[in-house]
Every structure is written in structure tokens, then in C-alpha cells.
């Protein structure tokens, strides 16, 4: 039976058609964008199920208290060394943040402070586009003409979102050390 107390609630990054199939009353969820949601989890060791508004009952939270809960978890794990938050440099030389590791990764880089700190210091700049291209795989980038111009950004995106068995989305995300959004300029791929 899985584990369902305060230590196994996680964030989870999903599409919005899982939201949809799932529905929402049943959920707790944040609406990053239209397409891509985080809901929150009880992690049994890789398998999850949703925390659903009952069980918030029972652990006597509400779900701004269960997302901070969620949230020191997920940094737990970060910490442990379950999720790797970095960068990779790409085969045309362009340099990306990318989080992997585990399903917990596109979460890791959408709410701990820590990643956006890491690409802002590593890129000298603060804005970036994410995209959750699947449930293992984030990459983030700033928003510059060399960036913008990479092939090989193209072809990892497509990649890691059509060679996946749990695709999320591809829609750009904007971050800039806040809660995440949608991406408002052009998106170019």
C-alpha cells in the first residue's frame, strides 16, 4: 500500500489533457499555462497518486500548506541527489539548463529558486524560456538571437519530446525567479 502522509507529497509536472482526463475536482493542481500544469503527488517509491482534496483533510492541510510541504520534499530529493539540475552544451555549441534524473526534474526546475539561480549565473541574464518537454526532461535557455537560432535546440526539443513514452508539452514557459508562466513573445519552435 502506497505511503500517503506528509514526507511522500511531491509536485508533479503534467499536460493539460491529463489534467482533463483526471479532472480537476479530483485534483490539486496549478495552472502554469494552458498546457502545462503541476499537481501534487504521493510519491511510493516511483509509482505516484494524486493528492486528492480528501487527503488534504486528513493531513490537516490546505493546499498553499501542502504545496510548501510538496515543495521542501521536492528540495530533499534535490539535495539527496535524486534530480540533476545543470547544463549541457548542445552539438552546434549552444548552452542549455537542462533537469533530469527522474520524474521529479521538470518540477525541481520550475519551483526551486535554486536552478533559476544557477542559469542566471551561469548565463548573465535573468529571463529564460523552459519547456517541460517530457516527465524526465526540462531544458531551459535565455532568450537571445544565437540561442533562438540553434538547430541542435531544435532537434533536442523534438527529440526528447516525441521519443518519450510521457511527453508533457512544448509550449515555452517564461522564468525569471518567480512563479513560472506563459511564454507572451513568439514561440519559434
Known amino acids: 500500500m502506497m505511503t500517503t502522509n506528509r514526507d511522500s507529497i511531491f509536485p508533479y509536472v503534467v499536460p493539460s489533457s491529463w489534467v482533463a482526463h483526471t479532472g480537476l475536482e479530483s485534483l490539486i493542481s496549478w495552472e502554469i499555462s494552458s498546457d502545462v500544469f503541476v499537481v501534487l503527488v504521493f510519491d511510493g517509491e516511483g509509482a505516484v497518486r494524486n493528492v486528492r482534496p480528501e487527503d488534504l483533510s486528513v493531513l490537516d492541510l490546505d493546499e498553499g500548506e501542502a504545496f510548501q510541504v510538496a515543495a521542501h520534499n521536492l528540495d530533499k530529493a534535490w539535495h539527496a541527489g535524486g534530480i540533476d539540475l545543470g547544463s549541457a552544451t548542445l552539438l552546434d555549441g549552444t548552452q542549455v539548463g537542462c533537469a533530469r534524473g527522474s520524474w521529479m526534474a521538470p518540477a525541481a526546475a520550475l519551483i526551486l529558486g535554486d536552478f533559476h539561480a ?58 525569471n525567479g518567480e512563479w513560472p508562466q506563459p511564454y507572451s513573445g513568439a514561440q519559434l519552435f
Not at 540561442?147 to 518519450?164: C, K, M, Q, V, Y
Open 118 to 175: 544557477a542559469l542566471s549565473e551561469e548565463f548573465g541574464t535573468s529571463e529564460f524560456v523552459a519547456v517541460a518537454v517530457n516527465q524526465e526532461c526540462l531544458f531551459a535557455f535565455p532568450i537571445d538571437d544565437h540561442t533562438l537560432a540553434s538547430e541542435s535546440l531544435r532537434i533536442a526539443l523534438d527529440d526528447e519530446f516525441n521519443g518519450h513514452r510521457k511527453p508533457i508539452s512544448r509550449q515555452w514557459l517564461y522564468l
